[in-house]
């Protein structure tokens, strides 16, 4: 099954951009008559006929369309600060967009090292990571936040904050099953007491990833999949 994505697709005629366009007729060898499937990114999901194998322009005739195709029960938006080396970062991309996720919020925090990136990079690693796994959605990406900011834009159903200080935290397992959850994760060198604070007061909950030091991309994947174990 081939999957092609584009977030504006509309009527029953359709053209693939010529990236794409390349990918299905040169790299893939796909011709006319050949059955592949559209996403939207937004829960679309579209049966076409190519009706015109061009590299640059191919063409297609939409067959059938599935609006809303397997949404996740759950909505979960993790806030999480880029990592040193963006490889690591982009990873947790890929695996939590495979895993189930609804939204990303880079998450600029007093100990990060890294304060900016790319948005248009980790759109790519994103989509690409929704047409591996066979998904109509694509989480969505928000611009960079600080704590502060993020902490003001409000959120809402379960609320977590995963940081390593020994204080009392509740495990996953504990926490209301809400189907709405937002989670932050800090930098290499965890939050600040402040930041923490800051985040107690905002009505997030101190959450226990057990006793093993986790990356930060390995703690924001930790939540990614105990969320999804849970809505099984």
């Not at 806030?79 to 189930?100: C, H, Q, S």
């Amino acid at each position: 099954m081939q999957l092609f994505y584009n977030p504006h697709i509309q009527g029953d005629l359709f053209e693939l951009d010529e990236q794409e366009s390349k990918h299905a007729i040169r790299v893939l060898r796909l011709a006319r008559g050949e059955k592949v499937i559209l996403v939207d990114g937004k829960g679309g999901w579209y049966e076409a006929e190519i009706i015109e194998d061009h590299p640059k322009c191919c063409k297609l005739q939409v067959i059938s369309h599935t609006p809303d195709y397997r949404p996740l029960p759950y909505s979960l938006h993790l806030a999480v600060a880029p990592t040193k080396n963006l490889d690591r970062y982009e990873w947790f991309l890929e695996k939590a967009t495979e895993i189930g996720i609804t939204e990303i919020t880079p998450l600029i925090c007093l100990r990060s090292e890294r304060k900016q990136v790319k948005p248009e990079r980790l759109e790519k690693i994103l989509v690409s990571a929704m047409k591996q796994s066979l998904k109509a959605f694509k989480p969505i990406l928000h611009q960079a936040k600080s704590m502060e900011e993020f902490l003001r834009s409000g959120s809402q159903g379960t609320l977590g904050i995963a940081h390593c200080y020994p204080r009392e935290r509740q495990k996953i397992s504990d926490l209301e099953l809400s189907g709405t959850y937002t989670f932050l994760v800090g930098p290499e060198g965890d939050f600040t007491e402040e930041e923490i604070n800051l985040a107690l007061k905002a009505a997030y909950v101190p959450i226990h990833l057990g006793d093993a030091r986790l990356r930060t991309e390995t703690a924001a994947l930790y939540l990614t999949s105990a969320i999804s174990l849970r809505h099984l």
